[in-house]
């Protein structure tokens, strides 16, 4: 275990970095490896941002928000030796749909035992599944190749820039002609009328687009979410492009070891520190001042928050020029999930009839029908959580007994929809919070009618608290809708997608930049690395 | 036709993929599910119950039987005392090795040897003068492998006797369930790990508690597969794969001895006579001609292998046997490559391989095949030492 002080050893640093979230530890390790003197500032106790783990009961250890990886990038994990500082990640292989009175749908890892499982749906849906599956692998290579470099600039002429662009026109060509539409569609579509055109059989359906809305303020009928389904065929675990995973330990493990790896190469690491403000003078980053009046000077200043929070609260509207300041509020956070985490004192009884505890191994996805789904979201956008939410239900301590006593386990409901701005106004969540927690367990309750007898401690997390918790704007998990109009040149402005801001030396390095949200580290390290290659630092 | 082991009745409902190889004449299970990968992963972070009873077992009793084993066996087995194990490894006259398997001592005159071959007949003519019993009790019991990170606090509850205070390579004798069964802190997968004996008729009530008590962590049967995976991130050789039994060798070639196998730290030349004796000192002086290592291979070469075929790169699904050729960076092929896995959690590709003495050193990079779409490649391979995971629980 490493113990963090809240005191910086100096009072001055190449880069201090304003956050000790995944990416700014991963942008720590990157430029500390690099010689540079850095100091990562974070105001909780622990670091980690929204990938911690937290013992919420004796015994019962969380993953507080972020509850899974998939997007986490191989090769980071070897340049940061992140193994060695304790990564470790099981590959979750299944992916059950329960229905109440029936065996449900399991998806596997075994491709034919998949099939005959859809097959009892739908004989056309089974034998298409894989091909399904090949066809979006082939297009994930193509925004793979996105997520692991830094942006491409369309309007700009720099032959670095259309060299990138010629690249991806490459393998866009290299794509037939079906391919080609696919792409189009994926691109534009909703999630669900893209999925019907290759599958018809319920619960595939519901349960395939849940992936597509997944933090996003949309439902699975609004175009432009068939792109988030992409995300789910681009994970990669060991090299091969796969399914998602559990971290031994919880998410927070996957940060400690990004920590570890920052601390092993010489950078500084401070937590129970809150940064009131960047120091901004003539336009340009001078340093961070802590709450506590602490001042700390830097060469750069590198922000892990969201880009709301950066420039709104820690630059000030007055440093910036009303046009950023109007995109950065255009820019949408719109908080749209929950977490819901219950301790266990025994594994509930889905009421499948299927024996063993194989198919409750990976994630569990409550998305009954299309209609559900879409009424979960028709409830949010009128300022309502959902009665009946999209839940995506984890029970790790079935892959890793290290999280739960023996016996006992811990499962993590994600849920959707909580919108951020509730019709009584976002302020009035605590009061709510409880009855909200009813909704999810009651929904669970419709699997496993003995779930409310396993349940020895809850915590339920609105996004107000996920907001009160970690700083993220709204409560948004990714730090900014996932959705195609803030993405890549355009996240999370245009003209500023390059980690760079308006003010001189100060740079960011959050799921508000390229490529975006989730546990992938890319942001911090596409950030140092054009940081050093820049003279950022 | 294989023989189905004493807990095939349940070993059997439980291998739900039907995936059986014959090991040493038995059933045993490859993976219990379509894939090993849980089971594997059991192994790491929580425990795996693998049924080992195919290895050959053989008791020594007698009060000769120390002198029996210190003359066959590579190591000094007079260091070997009462509850204790000991790993070790057993050579011809020429110093090449026939076998290598576990000694346990019971007491002064009664010993228990583990083999991967049947060697009642070597045992047999060595014995001769001697006042020693070897009987083969393979088929009288069954055993059976607790590995993981958890196996203590399972055998806790499943065994009587200070189970937890049990040193690594030391034994007990123990009950499970009322029946009577010898405990033993020993496993081929290079974690914390225990193995079970018990006789015959008890079996299935011994896998029965076990199950039982492994019930609140996560415990699950595991399979030869994932062994596989585990034993090559140990860095175990495996007889018939990484090496083979001087009696098997058509050619003299083939045959390799305890050094060339890093096993070395288990042979003690200076004492009383023991067979290979002469050529292992000869040996020792002289050098080796081969050497046992470990390769990792350098990933972002292997991934634009694959990239080059606009392909992504693909990690063995499953532990591999079929060797393989290592090249110096002149392409002169210097040795091969015998076993390896991709290891989930380590996150890399490993090898094991014998490479000829003088042709490296450690940390050199060598070049070993890579087949991609159907194309012979070379990718570069870093060599180390034969242990690539080593936690501080399998002796702790």
Known sequence: ?537 | MPIKSPFHQRTSQFCQSMNWKDWAGYYAVVSYDTNHEQEYFAYRHAAGLMDVTPLFKYEVTGPDSLHLLSRIMAKDINKVKQGQVTYCCWCDDDGKILDDGTVSCLSQDHYRVTSAEPVFHWFHQNARSLKVTIEDITSRFGILALQGPLSREILTHAAGGDIASLGFFKLIDSTIDNRRVTITRTGYTGDLGYEIWCENNDALVVYDAVMESGKNYQLIPAGLAALDVARIEAGFIMNGVDYFSANHCVINSRKSTPFELNLGWSVNLNRDSFIGQQALKKEKKEGSLWQFVGLEYDWDAYEKIFANFDLPPQTPAQAWRTAVPVYNKNGKQIGRATSGAWSPILKKNLALASIKTGNFTMGDTLHIEVTAEYERQLCPVTVCKPMFFNPDRKRD
Not at chain 1, 332 to 349: Q, T, Y
Not at chain 1, 408 to 429: R, T
Not at chain 1, 440 to 445: A, N, R
Not at chain 1, 450 to 467: A, G, N, T
């Open chain 1, 1 to 537: 275990m490493i113990k963090f002080v809240s005191k910086p050893k100096t009072s001055s640093y190449d880069a201090v970095i304003v956050g000790g979230g995944h990416n700014g530890l991963v942008c720590a390790a990157y430029l500390a490896k690099a010689g540079k003197k850095v100091l990562v500032v974070e105001k909780r106790p622990l670091v980690g941002g929204a990938a911690v783990s937290e013992q919420i009961a004796p015994g019962f250890i969380f993953s507080t928000f972020s509850y899974v990886v998939s997007l986490f990038r191989p090769h980071i994990i070897r340049q940061l030796n992140l193994v060695k500082h304790g990564l470790q990640i099981i590959p979750m292989e299944t992916t059950y749909n329960p229905i109440p009175g029936d065996k449900g749908l399991v998806r596997w890892a075994d491709a034919g035992r998949t099939r005959h499982e859809i097959a009892r749906f739908s004989q056309k849906d089974a034998s298409l599944y894989s091909e399904f599956g090949l066809a979006m692998g082939r297009l994930s290579r193509f925004t793979k190749n996105i997520i692991d470099t830094t942006a491409p600039q369309p309007a700009s002429l720099n032959p670095k820039e259309l060299f990138k662009l010629l690249k991806m026109g490459k393998i866009f060509k290299n794509f037939d002609g079906n391919m080609r539409y696919l792409n189009v569609k994926l691109m534009t579509m909703s999630a669900i009328d893209f999925l019907q055109e290759w599958f018809e059989s319920e619960p595939l359906l519901p349960s395939m687009a849940g992936s597509g809305i997944i933090g996003t303020f949309m439902g699975i009928r609004s175009p432009g979410t068939a792109y988030v389904l992409l995300h789910h065929y681009m994970g990669e675990i060991d090299g091969a492009y796969r399914a998602w995973g559990f971290s031994i330990g919880g998410t927070g493990q996957i940060s400690l070891a990004c920590a570890k790896s920052a601390l092993s190469f010489g950078a500084e690491i401070i937590t129970d520190a809150a940064v009131d403000h960047i120091d901004i003078k003539n336009g340009r980053a001078r340093g961070i001042v802590l709450e506590n009046g602490d001042d700390i000077k830097a060469g750069t200043v590198i922000s892990c928050l969201d880009p709301n929070r950066t420039f709104l609260k820690m630059v000030g509207e007055h440093e910036l020029s009303e046009n950023f300041i109007t995109q950065i509020k255009r820019y949408k956070n719109r908080g749209s999930s929950g977490k819901v985490n219950l301790a266990l004192s025994r594994l509930p009884n889905f009421r499948d009839g299927r024996p063993g505890q194989h198919h409750l191994k990976g994630d569990i996805t409550i998305a009954p029908t299309i209609d559900y789904v879409e009424r979960a979201y028709d409830e949010a956008k009128y300022g309502e959580y959902s009665k009946r939410p999209f839940l995506n239900i984890v029970i790790p301590s079935l892959s890793d007994p290290s999280v739960a006593p023996p016996g006992k386990h811990v499962l993590s409901a994600f849920v959707q929809y909580a919108p951020y701005n509730i019709k009584e106004g976002a302020d009035k969540w605590p009061d709510k919070r409880e009855a909200f927690g009813n909704a999810v367990i009651d929904t669970i309750e419709e699997y496993c009618p003995d779930i409310r007898s396993c349940i020895i401690h809850k915590q339920i997390i609105s996004p107000w608290d996920i907001e009160k918790m970690t700083g993220l704007t709204e409560g948004n998990i990714f730090q900014g809708e996932l959705s195609l109009e803030q993405l890549a040149f355009l996240r999370p402005v245009a003209e500023w997608s390059r980690y760079r801001t308006p003010i001189s030396k100060l740079w960011m390095c959050g799921s508000g930049t390229h490529p975006g949200g989730g546990l992938m580290g890319a942001p911090g390290e596409l950030a140092a690395k054009t940081m050093l290659t820049e003279g950022g630092v």
